[in-house]
């Protein structure tokens, strides 16, 4: 606990004591604050005395025995009767000038009660407020309670003035508009009933004269600014303001002036819990009328806090508006959550320059840290005040080391509850004026707010994007002779989950089909359909048809489901060995290339009706060479086009991008293609794929089996044969039993055409079956040693690196890959043509 080191102009704190000091309704009332290095209490100012014989020293020494000592270090009031009053020593310090307590003698009459209230929290004690009354027991419960409240009242003053004294120098200042702020009045109000009393200096500030004035608590409010009314309101629901807490509001005079009250206030509950009465004391508050500068920030603040849809954003626009306009060194925002601080944004985000205490924490992005290990931050939390400490307080290192030349605690309210605190603090010394101390509690109000609408966006944002990924793939296939990534960015608007999807398949013989669409809307709706129609053309190309077949495919199904959404698509099949592609487009953006030489074009593909619109629709296909070092890109319209951009200008901006881009890096273009767009009315999907070319092209044969008895022996002579010419050697006796026992099935499991393809490619054979059956392969969980067969894929499992089954259009493929010996590789003599192309064998 920090003391204050005392106030040098007293006539400062004389003239803001001397304001409220009268409307506490007692026979004599004075504020004694610390002398400056004296070790002393001093009196600051001492009003009424009047009815009584007798006045108060003006000062005590902090060490002594006194009511007024005793408070100021406990920390605690005391309500004092005769006898309790006789426990203590009343004489003042022994060089204090003026008159002596009561007669003179130290002894209190038999008919006088005190009570001493400390001024300040437990964090900087500002002093302590002295009550003198002429009865026995003058202090009720009511009576404290609204004591207690004027004490906090005459602290927030002391507090304005020791601020203003530090950033101004002319005693003119301090003596200004700003000491007006702790002249107020109190009131009781009966919930129930709505009757209210209150005293002539709260008529006075809601300007309402004591004829007019009616008890009714509706007369008040009707004077309240309309904007305000729900926060004056939730003070009286269950959880509302913590006690003693401070609420701002504004009323309009019947002048027509607006002004700024202080209201602090306490909720008496009965035994059930219900709230019964309020006793409160009302402040002018004129100081938090906010200059010019504290307006535009505000409102900068506000607008930002607008489109802040993330914790993380929130934090970001906190940092930006408060670090550069309060010239500070630091920020921190952190939430609260059960016991424990989960920092969200700190700036600068070195952990260097943070205290070794939050260094320590630091086990993730940015650290975390329980309550209790900063206790003079949950003290402040739980008073719910914005608090200021100037250079040199005595904190702990966690707290000290975040503003040694000044910090402010600003606590987040939200909902009648603190939902996170944010720390901003200055390495040279700093001196906080009240016109700051507004800013930063009209910041906190708003930030608060903020945190608790990210909150409830970033819940909803969690669940659109696990449905979101539940849909699209997980990751992208490798790809020989390429590389392909993609971008999918949710709408910020409504719900963040649309249609946009894509995909990446790899397909027989070296080629890859990429697809991207859009299906109306973004709802759940959507998604639904989108997940329907990707799943669908994934089968189709998979199975083998050609690329205008897919879609029409896709097409018909659309159309056949049970919704009126119609979806674009543009689907890609591409040759990597070769570099073809070719091109269908349902309704969809053209795609866009980036050529080796880095200019840009709009590809001029022949285009379709949207999916789910025309049952005869025609989808052609359009043919397009790509070089090695081409960048293909393929796009939904929310990434060219929204309210605010036409879509001739969105692509022309995209087409901007994707030629300053290097296209070394595949990611970092797609980011750079995505731009810094936070706010969006539409999903976005981008599929981007750098064509490099294939080194070594894989080398191919296909080999028609006929149904015959030896059929199995012809196929693996040609294998052999094959094998022989591609320098495969070591892995060869493999390679034939697999062929023999997948051909093996193929013919004894099976009608119609069977045919064996080989395929090496790097370091790799792929042997396949393509039969015409659309069953398959089913591997037994066990075979008992006496059956004769059963055997086969146990054994082609246990000789490939992988193996599995395909669908085909009019049947499967069986295949399995095998792993070569490093140095296997084409070169081996060919074999003469004749030996080679027997039973309706393909080399190619």
């Not at 002295?130 to 906090?152: C, N």
């Not at 026992?741 to 099976?750: G, K, S, W």
């Amino acid at each position: 606990m920090a003391y204050d080191e005392g106030f040098r102009r007293t006539e400062a704190v004389q003239a803001v004591t001397a304001r409220v000091l009268g409307s506490t309704g007692a026979e004599l009332t004075a504020v004694y604050v610390p002398a400056e290095g004296d070790g002393v209490l001093q009196l600051a100012e001492m009003v009424g005395g009047s009815g009584v014989p007798y006045g108060l020293p003006t000062s005590y020494p902090l060490s002594g025995n006194s009511p007024v000592a005793a408070a100021f270090r406990a920390g605690a009031p005391l309500w004092l009767g005769p006898a309790e009053l006789a426990e203590y020593d009343l004489t003042g310090a022994p060089d204090s000038p003026g008159a002596g307590p009561w007669d003179g003698a130290g002894k209190p009459p038999a008919d006088v009660s005190l009570g001493v209230l400390p001024l300040g929290g437990s964090v900087r004690r500002l002093g302590c407020l002295v009550v003198m009354d002429k009865a026995t027991d003058a202090f009720d419960a009511d009576r404290r309670h609204l004591l207690e409240l004027h004490a906090d009242q005459v602290a927030a003053g002391l507090e304005a003035v020791a601020a203003r004294f530090m950033a101004q120098t002319e005693r003119r200042s301090l003596l200004g508009p700003g000491l007006d702020t702790l002249r107020g009045g109190a009131f009781t109000l009966t919930l129930r009933t709505g009757r209210m009393d209150a005293d002539a200096q709260v008529l006075e500030l809601f300007g309402i004269t004591a004829e007019e004035f009616d008890r009714r608590v509706e007369t008040l409010l009707a004077r309240t600014v309309p904007d305000d009314v729900p926060a004056l309101m939730s003070i009286v629901e269950p959880g509302g303001l913590p006690e003693s807490q401070q609420l701002s509001i504004r009323i309009r005079r019947p002048n027509g002036e607006l002004h700024w009250l202080s209201l602090r206030c306490r909720v008496l509950v009965s035994a059930d819990g219900t709230p019964e009465r309020m006793l409160g004391v009302v402040a002018d508050a004129s100081y938090l009328r906010p200059t010019a500068d504290e307006v535009s920030i505000v409102q900068r603040l506000s607008a930002s806090l607008a489109g802040a849809t993330t914790i993380r954003d929130v934090s970001r626009v906190v940092v930006t508006a408060l670090r550069a306009p309060l010239g500070a060194n630091r920020v921190a925002v952190a939430e609260l959550e059960a016991d424990r601080f989960v920092v969200s944004v700190l700036d600068p985000p070195e952990p260097g320059a943070w205290p070794d205490a939050w260094r320590s924490e630091w086990r993730s992005e940015w650290p975390d840290a329980a309550c209790h290990s900063l206790p003079t931050l949950e003290s402040v939390l739980r008073a719910g005040q914005v608090a200021l400490w100037p250079q040199g307080a005595e904190l702990e290192p966690g707290l000290a080391g975040v503003g040694p030349g000044g910090l402010a605690v600003l606590p987040l309210p939200a909902e009648g509850r603190i939902v996170g605190v944010c720390l901003v603090g200055w390495d040279t010394e700093h001196h906080f004026g009240p016109e700051e101390r507004s800013l930063l509690t009209a910041t906190a109000g708003l930030v608060g707010q903020a945190l608790v609408r990210a909150h409830a966006m970033d819940a909803g944002h969690e669940l659109a994007t696990m449905l979101q990924r539940s849909l699209l793939p997980r990751k992208l296939p490798s790809l020989p002779g390429g590389v392909a990534v993609a971008r999918y960015l949710p709408a910020t608007m409504g719900l963040e989950v649309g249609g946009d999807w894509y995909d990446v398949i790899p397909l027989a013989d070296g080629h890859v089909a990429l697809v991207i669409g859009d299906v109306e809307g973004h709802s759940a709706g959507a998604a639904t359909i989108m997940g329907q129609m990707r799943t669908a053309i994934r089968a189709y190309a998979v199975e083998g048809h050609p690329p205008d077949v897919v879609i029409a495919h896709a097409n018909r199904l659309l159309l056949g489901m049970e919704t009126d959404l119609f979806a674009t698509c543009c689907y890609v099949d591409l040759d990597m060995e070769e570099g073809i592609a070719w091109f269908v487009r349902a309704g969809h953006l053209p795609p866009l290339l980036r050529l080796p030489d880095g200019t840009t074009e709009e590809l001029p593909v022949e285009g379709g009706p949207p999916l789910g619109v025309a049952e005869d629709g025609e989808f052609p296909l359009t043919e397009v060479g790509l070089a090695p070092g081409t960048v293909l890109a393929l796009l939904t319209d929310g990434l060219a086009e929204s309210a605010s951009l036409p879509l001739e200008d969105g692509i022309r901006r995209v087409r901007t991008a994707l030629g300053a881009a290097d296209p070394a890096d595949a990611g970092q273009l797609a980011d750079d293609l995505l731009g810094g767009a936070k706010r969006r009315d539409d999903d976005v999907a981008l599929l981007v794929l750098r064509y490099d070319g294939m080194r070594v092209r894989p080398t191919r044969a296909r080999w028609t089996v006929w149904r015959l008895p030896d059929a199995v022996m012809h196929a693996r002579r040609f294998t052999g044969r094959t094998l022989r010419s591609w320098g495969v050697t070591a892995e060869q006796d493999v390679a034939l039993l697999v062929v023999s026992e997948l051909v093996t099935n193929a013919i004894a499991h099976t009608q119609g055409e069977v045919r064996l393809d080989l395929t090496l490619a790097a370091d790799r054979l792929r042997i396949g079956v393509n039969d015409a059956s659309p069953r398959a392969p089913v591997k037994p969980a066990s075979v008992d040693w006496e059956s004769t067969g059963g055997r086969g894929l146990l054994l082609v499992e246990a000789m490939s690196a992988s193996w599995g089954s395909v669908p085909l259009s009019g049947g499967k493929q069986v295949w399995s890959e095998i792993t070569l010996e490093p140095g296997e590789r084409l070169g081996a003599p060919e074999e003469p043509a004749g030996e080679r192309r027997r039973s309706g064998e393909e080399v190619r």
